[in-house]
């Protein structure tokens, strides 16, 4: 396989960063996910950061070649996630669980499979125009579904932020499958969440992305979301990646990444992961922000 690709996180205006991302590949497949904790809910980037490890170490132990039902390891991730995400909370005698949002996308043979949980994002995007996307778990989308509000609307609807689904949650996760996505060379897909889709019109993102290299353009773009933001910002994250010709046809004069023969490459932004960027939580932290989550917790029940 042959790609280019890029990712990259920001803070915002928040105090803490609560995404967290990565992608995995080999020889024959990449795996991209990007998760959003959820900030109204206890340590929301703790749920962000086990649904990442969860997904790319299940893709490091399966993805040995190709994946034989991409569909039924995105599934299968997915749940294994939310139950790692309980696990930790009960572990940890936390009152209430932490929460996330997550995306996630395979590539291999030619083809992509994505499965999302939340309102962060998959865009595809091909000839400067948006080809597919996600549809978000989300009261807004709702409203827009039944006619009740307009996509102008959503940006400013006191309920924008409210989500009817993630991981971490009472119940399990529902967990939205795309259909099998046949690649062409040229296509983008970038997964996000909503610090930088919320923003920014998609044909807009679209149309910038088809004008000029992903690596040079996503960065631009993540600068326009958090100035259109302003003090308010939320926290945004990009994954991007660029289908390229592949090792079969006419070489292109493109920055690419060919996977190496064997063995993993992992990258993950705001990740525990050895060598990764920083943002890491020690458990002396986990355990302070537990005691001091559970004692408010008991203040206000007095």
Known sequence: MRFTIFQDSLIGGRKVNQDRLAYSYSKDVLLLVIADGMGGHARGELAAEIAVNTMTSRFEREARAALRRPKEFLDTAFHSAHRAIVAFADQHDMLECPRTTLV??????????????GDSRLYVLRGGKLAATTVD???VQQLIDSGVITKAQAATH???????????????????????????????LLLSTDGFWGPLDSDFIAHKVNQTSLTAIVP??????????????????????????????????????????????????NSKA?????????????QRAIDEIQSA?????R
Not at 176 to 186: A, D, F, N, R
Not at 274 to 286: R, T, V, Y
Not at 297 to 301: A, E, G, R, T
Request: with cysteine; hydrophobic share 35%.
């Open 104 to 117: 996630a996308c395979i590539l291999q043979g030619g083809k992509a499979y994505w499965a999302h949980s």
């Open 137 to 139: 778990h989300s009261r």
């Open 220 to 269: 631009a773009l993540m600068q326009e979301a958090q100035k259109k933001a302003g003090a308010d910002s939320d926290n945004l994250s990009v994954i991007g990646v660029t289908w390229e010709l592949q090792d079969d046809e006419e070489p292109a004069n493109t920055v690419t990444i060919t996977e190496p023969m064997q063995g993993f490459t992992t990258s993950s932004l």
């Open 158 to 188: 006191p309920e924008r932020n409210k989500i009817y689904n993630c991981l971490g949650g009472v119940l399990p996760p529902l967990i939205t499958h795309s259909e099998e996505w046949t690649l062409k060379v040229g296509d983008t």
């Open 274 to 286: 050895p060598g990764a960027f920083k943002d890491e939580i020690s458990d002396d932290e986990i």
């Open 297 to 301: 917790i008991k203040k206000v029940n």
